[in-house]
Every structure is written in C-alpha cells, then in structure tokens.
C-alpha cells in the first residue's frame, strides 16, 4: 500500500510548481468567490442606512469591486483549466511512455501471455483515466473543503441551525458516497477487463483481416463483435444504473438544502431572527456549495475508473522481465561463432512439457546448418534460445566458449541476424526500414546491402525508389520483396551470427532465386543456424540436423544421411 503510495506521488513530482501555483490559485478564487456574497451581504444589510449619494458612491465602489474580484477570477480559473489540463496530458504521457519503456524491455514469455490489444488499451485508456485522476483529487478535495468550511462557518455564525443541516446534509452524502464507491469500482473494474477484451478483439481481427475473408467468415466475426459489444454494454448498463442511483440520490441531498433552507429562513424572518439581506446571502451559500458537491460525485467516479487504471498498470509495471545483464555482464569483442548448446532444459512458461531434455549439440564458426523436422519438434525454440528471446531452465549455451548469460544483451543481439519467415516492415520509407539496425548508415551502405540482397532494381522501379512509403506492415510489397528488404537490413547490420527462418510458402519462382543467391552470399564466413525448408539449403548445408520432439535423432552431411537411410531419407523422399 505505502509502495502504491509512493508511486502516486512520484508522478507529481515534474509538475510540482505547476500543481502548487494551480492550488494556490483554486484557493484564491475560491475565497473571491466566497467573498463576493459577503460584499453582497453589506450592500443589502448595510448601504441603505447611509444617505442616498453616499449610498449610491459606496454601492458603485463595491460593484467596481466585484467586477474586479470577477475578473481575478477569470485569470486563476485560466490558468488552472489551461496548466492545469496541460499538466495532466503530460503526466499521461509520462505514464504512457512509463509503461512503453516497460514493454520494450519484457521478454517474449510476457507477450507470449497478453493480448496486444489489451497492452493498448492499459496504455491509452488506463494511462490518461489515471492521470485526470491525479490532477483533479487534489482539485476537488481543496475547492470542497474550502467552500464546505467558510459555508459552515458563515452559518454557524449567523445561525446554529443552518449550519446543522448543512453538517446533517454533508454527513448524508458522505455516506451516500463511502456506501457506494466499492461497488462503483468493482463494476467498474469488470467493465475496463471487458472494454479491453473488445480493443483486444479488435487487433487480433484487423490484423488477421486477410485470413478472415480468406475463409469468408465476416459475418461470423460481425456477429462475434456484436456479441462482445453486448457484453460490454450490459456492463455499461450495471454502471449507469448505479451511477443514476448515486448521481440522483446525491443531486436530491444536495438539492434539498434548498427548499430546507428557503422554508426555514422564511419561518426565521417572520419570526424576525434574520432579515431579507442575510436570507439572500445564505440562498448564494447554498448556491457556492452545490458546485463543489456536485464535482465531488464527478470526483467519486473518475477516483473508481483511476483506481482501476492504477491497479492494470501497476500489475504491468510490476512484472520483472527475466532476461536481463547479469552484473559482470561482458561484450564479445570480434565474434568468431562458435555456438554450444550444452545440457539445455528448456519449457514455455507455466507449460508442464519441457521443449528440450539434456538437448547438446555444437556448431563451428562459418558452419552453416540446416534444421530439419516435423512442426512442432523445437526448431524455431532452438533459434529463439539463442538471442536470448527466453532463458533455459537448465543447462547453458554457448558463443566462442563464453556463456550468453554473461554477454551484455544488447551486445549478444548485435552479434546476430534474424532472417523471420513472417518478415516485419515498420511504417516508414523503404531506406529507414532497412537501416533498421543500423540507423547511421550512409546512403551507400543502404544501396550496397540493397544490392546484395537483390532489392536494389525493384527499389529503384517504386516510383519514390529508397524513399517510398511502405504501409501498415509492408502491406504494399510482396512477400518476396519484404523478404529481400529483411536480408538487407542483415547485410547492413553485418552479424557474424545468422538464423534463418526460411520461407517458401507465398514466395514465386523468382523471388526464392533470389533470396537463395542473396542467402548464398550472406551466409559466406557466418555461423548460420537456418530453419531449412528449401531442398537447395539442404543439400549445400554443412550439417543437418534432424529433430523430432525435442531430440537431435540425426545429424549429417545431406549425402551421409540418405546413406543411412532413416528419418532424413523418409523426410528428403517425402519432399
Ligand atoms: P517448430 O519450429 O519445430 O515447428 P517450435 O519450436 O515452434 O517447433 O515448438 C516446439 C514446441 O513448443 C511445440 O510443442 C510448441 O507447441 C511449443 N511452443 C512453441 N512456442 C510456444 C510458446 N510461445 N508458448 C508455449 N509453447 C510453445
């Protein structure tokens, strides 16, 4: 709780000047604006009894006075809306990039378990609800206690009764409030989970729009949407309704000062306890106190979606990545890659089925080797351990006899170029994609990995060649052509470590020549780890080796093991 605390509070900390000049502020207009009815007061009580041109002078005066304290308030409420609102955009900023660095740091194993959408929706929806939180509690909290005080003491001076009731009305909506804040905040709770299910719903749809209408299944996932905007509805529905009830019964409380004190003053001024002049100014008093009530509800409300917000991000916040520098981390200098997979124990997540059991296996510097196996067997998992995308349970690997765990993460990453079969584009231009890696590459390092990866010519047919956009994920190239711009990004990074995961599925004839011939020379003097599903890279590999549920069950040139006649041979004749 006090560690909750503390994290509250540090988000106040840049904005400290302006929060305190923003309260100061709200508390001098708040007395001007309790101060004006006293003024009032005078001239109602007191103007009268002085002869009429010395009444009208000092009426004048005072009039020019509440002009003026009108004005002054115009000034403090302007900065408090401006500053005041720019302070809490920014925070949410910093909650949001807070959160972003965050992410940026988790290991695969995390986003293995969370839902993109879900990640967005803590960043936009639950960042900005927290901070409007924040700069508003101590807002509300000032204005209420300021008014509620100078209310109570104005009446309390004036008459005892008053300011009973005020204290009677004041208790009433207090517990109004403490009775319905937990439930508030638990329906609402359950509407955020559901309200980011849907943005959840919703990536994963548009992302896998090509499949959707591949299987013509649009009207299932319409009706799928709807299902769950109904869900999230009837949610919203729970939420309103007690909102009314809360809303209303608040809005009566309030409101009944009103008519209680109307009939009682009017009773108070038969009797000739107060007169016409004060009976006013408590109707202003009242009046002053019911915006602060009010704010105070629209407070209780935004508090329960803060809250909530504060919870989701506070969970994510907390979640330690597991891959991180040990503290005598080191940098491989000149990598010559040699790779050891020793005793390697390896399972996902809370999975009760280990990927890999006492799994070893080397590979020499420049080798190239070839992954052969059914789906499932653990080939991508091979590649995956190896940058350090998730950390072994046991066992350790190894880069030129030094353990990756000890290699700066950073540092082991730079030593290793990762060809995916499923090739990521940024939005941006074709060059900043490919010096993706290596951001101060000069224009003729790009045009030379380019040419190598034979993008080149393609490039300078688009019609704004190295500076044309690419859309949303490379929507606009080829599978082909995002594939040659991904071996590009590698020639320019220039790994001495490569993993290929090879593609072949959407690639046509041309395409797969060319990223055969590009791959020929990018793999030259590099250790290459390559998912093989090409029968060129195969045959040309320096070893094969062929894995089924986790277990090296062969391992050979492409001619020794068709001599041997076994699993290699069923999967080469199967080919
Ligand atoms: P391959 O690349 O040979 O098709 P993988 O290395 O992808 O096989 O998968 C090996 C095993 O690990 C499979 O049983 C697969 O279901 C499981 N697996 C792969 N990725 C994950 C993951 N992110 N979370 C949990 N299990 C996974």
Do not use: W
Not at 448 to 472: M, V
């Amino acid at each position: 709780m006090y560690e909750k605390f503390k994290k509250l509070i540090s988000y106040y900390k840049p904005y400290k000047n302006v929060l305190i000049l923003d309260l100061l502020l709200l508390v001098l207009s708040d007395f001007i604006v309790i101060f004006i009815p006293v003024i009032c007061n005078y001239i109602t009580n007191q103007v009268f009894q002085f002869e009429k041109t010395k009444a009208i002078k000092i009426t004048v005066i005072l009039s020019i006075l509440v002009i003026l304290l009108s004005v002054s308030v115009y000034f403090c409420k302007r900065y408090i809306e401006y500053q005041g609102s720019m302070f809490a955009f920014k925070m949410s900023s910093d909650i949001e990039i807070e959160i972003f660095e965050h992410l940026q740091k988790q290991n695969f194993s995390f986003f293995d378990e969370q839902k993109t959408g879900k990640l967005v929706s803590y960043i936009t929806n639950d960042a900005y609800n927290l901070a409007n939180v924040i700069k508003r509690a101590p807002e509300v909290a000032l204005s209420f206690t300021i008014r509620f005080l100078a209310a109570f003491v104005f009446f309390f001076i004036k008459n005892v009764f008053f300011a009973f009731i005020l204290l009677l009305v004041f208790i009433c909506v207090f517990i109004f409030i403490l009775y319905f804040s937990p439930k508030v905040q638990k329906i609402t709770a359950n509407s955020r989970e559901i309200f980011s299910d849907l943005i959840a719903y919703l990536e994963e749809n548009l992302s896998g729009i090509k499949t959707v209408q591949s299987f013509t299944n649009e009207n299932i996932e319409i009706e799928r949407f709807r299902s769950n905007n109904d869900i999230y509805i009837k949610e919203r529905n729970k939420i309103c309704s007690l909102s009314s009830i809360f809303r209303g019964g608040i809005f009566s409380f309030a409101v009944s000062l009103i008519p209680i004190v109307t009939i009682a003053g009017a009773f108070f001024m038969i009797n000739g306890n107060i007169n016409a002049g004060d009976f006013i100014v408590y109707l202003l008093y009242i009046d002053i106190l019911l915006g602060p009530i009010f704010s105070f509800v629209d407070l209780n409300e935004f508090l329960q979606e803060g809250i909530v917000g504060f919870n989701r991000i506070n969970n994510i916040l907390s979640s330690k990545s597991e891959t991180v520098d040990s503290p005598n981390s080191i940098v491989l200098k000149s990598v010559r890659g040699k790779i050891e997979f020793k005793n390697i124990y390896f399972k996902y997540g809370e999975s009760d089925k280990n990927v890999f059991k006492n799994l070893n296996f080397s590979v020499e510097p420049g080798e190239c080797i070839a992954l052969v196996g059914s789906s499932g067997s653990g080939k991508t998992t091979i590649c995956n351990l190896i940058p350090r995308f998730y950390d072994l349970i046991n066992g350790e690997i190894l880069i030129d006899g030094i353990n990756i765990k000890d290699v700066k993460l950073k540092n082991l990453r730079q030593n290793i170029g990762f060809v995916q079969q499923d090739t990521f584009l940024f939005s941006g231009t074709i060059k900043e994609n490919i010096c993706y890696g290596k951001p101060e590459a000069s224009e003729g390092e790009i045009i030379k990995a380019a040419k190598d990866a034979y993008a080149h010519d393609f490039i300078i047919g688009l019609q704004e060649g190295y500076n044309t956009h690419i859309g949303h994920k490379g929507l606009k190239l080829s599978g082909g052509q995002k594939q040659r711009l991904a071996i590009a990004r590698v020639f320019l990074k220039n790994p001495p470590i490569l993993i290929f995961d090879e593609a072949t599925s959407n690639l046509d004839n041309e395409s797969e020549r060319y990223i055969q011939k590009s791959m020929e020379k990018l793999t030259k003097n590099r250790t290459t780890i390559v998912i093989a599903h090409r029968l060129t890279t195969i045959i040309n590999a320096n070893k094969i080796f062929v894995i089924l549920d986790g277990k090296i069950v062969e391992k050979g040139t492409h001619k020794e093991l068709l001599k041997k006649n076994g699993t290699y041979a069923k999967f080469y004749n199967f080919f």
